[in-house]
């Protein structure tokens, strides 16, 4: 092995034991069929609750607005034609509900009835006490007709406006999730009353003017809506003009990567030592600047100007603060100059590993591409989660609730039925059909039994919390999947290059073994990490419920601490997995052997692990920054003489949506180099391992790296 260098093996390596390796084994098994069974089944059970949701749930329920009466607008057969909710007084929606939540769950809350309508309101008008030729256009409950309102007085008519039968007043409107919100409040005037065409002021039911601050909250939220949607179609607009430049970015980003892992392998050494004497070189400056500074307030050199009173000029003044920072700058160059000095050989072994993974990626050049499979396949996966996760959601059973529509906003009302006072509070669970609500409603015409929400029972939760799991497990075998297809290409080519045996297609060889043998051991890792993914959520979970139950701070602190301990244990978990499908890659053992195997490997080469991973991940963040940098940049560049010419809204636009995707194809890009380089840097340790350089058990690693390690 070369005698003692401090690059050998450590002497405890079985070499006269170990059995010479001669590339992935081709005669397997299928490994770990229980779990592929139960991943089999599980899935089965996947099926079996969206087949469920899909007979019993509507997505449309949660876009779909109801009427106070528990019409669905535009899909129950009274109002089929009416697809638009109105709200007869907007102001009184905002004060008792929360936007965000309820628009979506069951539409806003309101103390205020509310219709389904052909049309929202194109102009401000005075309601039903308003000329008669203008009847036709206002918005009633009960069915009232426009024939019918014709032939009432106008004290008649406004007396449906005091009883909530009729929209006291509406305004101009824009359509916002199937929901009439006005538009034309002028913000810079809140407190003028809103008029309409002929200037006459809006009143309520109440008979008080109808201002601007009154609406404010639901134009406030609606516009930003409407707005998110002008400006979405202007975004899209100038996609349309500047899609050839967009699709120039996108392969140029690929391009870039390619470029940049070339260039690795030539400028790699250079880049890592010369990073290495820069940081060197900046914590010794940093810490002979920081003991000046002390050295210069200590002895009153230095003193504190008057003008300077902020917080930071608070500590930028103080001894004790560049003392600190010296000691902290001194420490941390003498620990790097440690590191270098007693790991100089680990580092030139990481670096030929790196090279060397740099080389079977560009022999392997259909590995750039492999990563957008699993991604595809992740995409599909969530658009199934997401489908049958609405129609789960959506299954569930229609509770309603007391809607009190006063011009206050009490929570309470009393009613006198059939010679009783009966108390009624808005937000309690009613039934419409039921007789004490009838009851209750022929009495007040201001009382409504509302559509609350969609209350899943247990059985319908469970199978939520299936789908949920089923996904999470999915998503990591399909994590799986692409990382032990690489590992099996990788490892072909470091095993097979001397001896041209690499296959023509690796990666269609090694994705065809690890689904025909390798299921269900990808099963039994995703499932671990599943399990810890679920711990967390839980977790989490917990977390929240506890805050709306008090604060604990005891509680909260041992809820953060097991948080921590549990997203360590994810990481750590994740990575024993990506080292066991190397090796499940490589000798087709199951899950459990492969992971031993491969943690026993790592701790007895501890060192060069650390080695390996800090250089590893100093270049991939290198690659990031400078190929989403580089493509900012230049887009930033280019857009921004390109949009006065092709007349483009924002050219910010196509500039963020290239950086994400170059950010995101980078991180695709240098996910498959950090495998290729775990893959051979794995397979690099078994060759030390198993041959000795004699010709019965020649090494197998290229003559660079046979010369770094000096065997």
């Known amino acids: 092995m070369g005698g003692n260098d401090e690059d050998s093996p450590p002497s405890t390596t079985p070499l006269k034991k170990s059995k010479a390796i001669e590339g992935p084994i081709k005669n397997r098994s299928c490994t770990d069929v229980l779990c592929l069974l139960l991943f089999f089944f599980f899935w089965v059970g996947m099926l079996a609750v969206a087949i469920v949701g899909f007979s019993r749930g509507n997505p449309k329920r949660l876009v779909t607005p109801v009427d106070t009466d528990g019409n669905r607008c535009g899909y129950t057969a009274s109002v089929k034609d009416r697809p638009y909710l109105f709200y007869f007084d907007i102001s009184r929606c905002i004060k008792s509900a929360v936007f965000s939540t309820d628009i979506i769950n069951s539409g806003l809350v309101c103390n205020t009835p509310q219709v389904c309508v052909k049309e929202c309101p194109s102009s401000n008008a005075q309601g039903i006490s308003g000329p008669t030729n203008q009847l036709d256009k206002l918005y009633c409950r009960n069915g009232q007709t426009l024939d019918e309102l014709k032939g009432l007085s106008v004290l008649d008519r406004f007396q449906l406006v005091r009883n909530n039968t009729c929209a006291p007043y509406y305004l101009r409107s824009e359509v916002v999730l199937n929901r009439c919100f006005p538009t034309l409040v002028d913000l810079n005037d809140l407190n003028s009353a ?33 707005n998110m949607r002008h400006v979405a179609a202007k975004v899209w607009s100038d996609f349309q003009k500047v899609w050839a430049h967009i699709g120039v970015g996108f392969v140029s980003t690929i391009a870039l990567c390619f470029v940049f892992i070339f260039l690795a392998a030539i400028f790699l050494a250079p880049m890592i030592y010369g990073s290495m004497i820069l940081s060197l070189a900046l914590l010794f400056y940093a810490s ?83 990563p957008f499979i699993p991604a595809l396949m992740q995409c599909v996966l969530f658009a199934y989660f997401i489908g049958v996760g609405l129609y789960l959601v959506t299954a569930g059973t229609p509770t309603y609730s007391y809607e009190i529509f ?33 009851n209750i409603k022929n009495a007040s015409n201001a009382i409504n039994c509302g559509f609350a929400k969609y209350d899943p029972n247990k059985v319908l939760l469970g199978m939520q919390i299936y789908h949920v799991v089923g996904w999470l497990w999915t998503v990591n075998w399909i994590s799986a999947l692409g990382q032990c297809v690489l590992a099996g290409a990788f490892a072909s080519y470091y095993w097979l290059h001397n001896s041209k045996k690499v296959p023509v297609f690796p990666l269609l060889s090694a994705f065809t073994r690890t689904v025909f043998y390798h299921t269900g051991s990808l099963a039994f890792g995703a499932a671990i990490i599943t399990i810890v993914q679920i711990i967390r959520a839980t977790l989490v979970f917990l977390e929240m419920r506890l805050k709306n139950h008090g604060d604990n701070i005891v509680a909260k602190f041992i809820l953060r601490c097991l948080q921590c301990l549990f997203a360590c ?49 100093f270049v991939l963040l290198m690659g990031r920054l400078v190929v989403t940098g580089t493509v900012c940049v230049v887009s930033y560049a280019v857009f921004n003489k390109v949009g006065p010419e092709k007349d483009l809204h924002y050219f910010l636009g196509p500039v963020i949506v290239l950086t994400l995707a170059a950010f995101f194809i980078s991180a695709s890009f240098f996910d498959t180099y950090d495998m290729a380089v775990d893959t051979i840097f794995l397979c690099v340790l078994e060759d030390l391992e198993h041959h000795d350089g004699s010709p019965e058990k020649p090494y197998f690693m290229s003559e660079s790296l046979m010369k770094t390690l000096k065997v």
């Open 194 to 226: 809103l008029t309409d065409s002929s200037n006459t002021t809006l009143t309520n039911n109440g008979n008080s003017a109808v201002t601007g601050d009154t609406v404010l909250s639901a134009v406030r939220i609606a516009s930003q809506l409407l």
């Open 288 to 370: 002979y600047f920081c003991y000046t500074e002390y050295n210069a307030l200590k002895n009153g050199d230095k003193v504190r100007p008057v003008s300077a009173n902020s917080l930071l000029d608070e500590y930028l003044y103080q001894t004790d603060t560049f003392l600190g920072l010296g000691i902290a700058a001194t420490v941390g160059g003498g620990i790097l100059l440690l590191i270098i000095i007693f790991l100089l050989g680990r580092i030139r072994f990481a670096i030929a590993v790196i090279k060397e993974s740099t080389r079977a990626m560009l022999a392997i050049k259909t590995s750039f591409l492999f």
């Open 406 to 438: 006063a011009t206050s906003n009490a929570s309470t009302a009393q009613v006198m039925v059939q010679g009783s006072n009966v108390s009624v509070t808005a937000g309690t669970t009613c039934i419409p059909t039921a007789a004490s609500f009838l």
């Open 569 to 617: 244990l994810e990481r750590f978990l994740k990575f024993i997995n990506k080292n066991a499908y190397i090796e499940i890659a490589v000798y087709g053992y199951n899950f459990c052997k492969g992971a031993r195997k491969a943690f026993s490997l790592l701790l007895r080469n501890i060192v060069r692990v650390a080695a390996i991973n800090g250089i590893t991940a």
